[in-house]
């Protein structure tokens, strides 16, 4: 099997920033996930599961598609009966942490209501951003986002950063809901409490880095169930022979045969896994 040919997820890809010149591997065509607000809670409805997903955090609300070429791309899709290799778009709303100044509970939860997104993302807490946003703002905006996420039964995106004790105290509060920790770079102990509190970890490019010991190591401790897959392209990059490159979905492979190796599974069964619990967040394709 050639890498590319296998199920293929990125659960947290910015794809509305990034550079048009940069998104050839969407030259298969994309076959968009949210085609209408009406829509976007309705079971998928195609004559067989897609292979290849792409999640689309917001950041200041939904994801909004720059270029003309990027929209047509993922727009256009291609006929219900030929899926293979096609790239499904998915897009969340959501406001991070770091780009709060407008945040208005009445104003989030009114558009929500109107998107009804899949999952809302990315939200949640950063120590980076307290000079702009106190802790106790950040707390309750992110409060105030996992209750519409709560209220809609839907998953979350979370973005952590210094944050993990107030983020598990403010978790508990929501039990039952479920979401990715996106950017998982911690230890196992950390990832445990994310995984019971119902968080799938997001693994991305930093695991390619030699450096990069801790995230291994609690990598290599824990199951495939546990784990999706990441890039947040174009913000993140990764060495390849000491060469610095870009990520992008392309660079999937390489992260599912990094953890492949650290857990001594098969490139094959790791893939399988990691796609099938990204799928696991999306509204429920009925069988056939």
Not at 16 to 31: H, R, V
Not at 91 to 111: A, I, K, W
Not at 235 to 255: C, Q, V, W
Request: net charge negative; aromatic share 8%.
């Amino acid at each position: 099997m050639n890498d590319m040919d296998c199920p293929l997820a990125d659960t947290h890809c910015h794809l509305d920033l990034m550079p048009e010149e940069t998104l050839s591997f969407l030259s298969s065509g994309a076959l968009s996930g949210y085609p209408a607000p009406s829509s976007a809670l309705s079971p998928l409805k195609t004559p067989e599961t897609p292979t290849r997903l792409i999640f689309v955090p917001g950041v200041t609300g939904p994801a909004v598609f720059r270029h003309a070429n990027q929209s047509a791309r993922i727009s256009a899709g291609l006929p219900n009966n030929d899926l293979s290799g096609l790239w499904r778009i998915f897009q969340m709303t959501g406001v991070h942490p770091g780009y709060l100044t407008d945040f208005n509970e009445q104003d989030f939860r009114s558009r929500t209501a109107v998107l009804h997104p899949f999952m809302i993302g990315e939200i949640g807490l950063d120590r980076k951003y307290e000079d702009r946003f106190a802790a106790d703002f950040q707390e309750r905006c992110l409060r105030i986002q996992l209750a519409a996420a709560r209220d809609y039964g839907i998953p979350v995106s979370l973005h952590v950063v210094g944050r993990h004790g107030a983020a598990l105290r403010i978790l508990r509060e929501f039990p039952g809901l479920r979401g990715i920790l996106h950017g998982f770079t911690g230890s196992k102990d950390l990832a445990l409490e994310y995984l019971r509190s119902g968080f799938l970890l997001g693994i991305g490019p930093l695991i390619l880095n030699p450096e990069a010991r801790k995230l291994k190591s609690a990598a290599a401790a824990l199951a495939p169930e546990n784990l999706v897959t990441e890039t947040d392209a174009p913000f993140m990059s990764y060495y390849d022979n000491g060469i610095r490159k870009a990520a992008t979905p392309e660079t999937l492979p390489l992260i599912i045969r990094k953890i492949s190796e650290l857990q001594g599974r098969s490139f094959e069964d790791t893939a399988a896994v990691v796609f099938r619990n990204a799928l696991s967040l999306l509204p429920q394709i009925p069988e056939a």
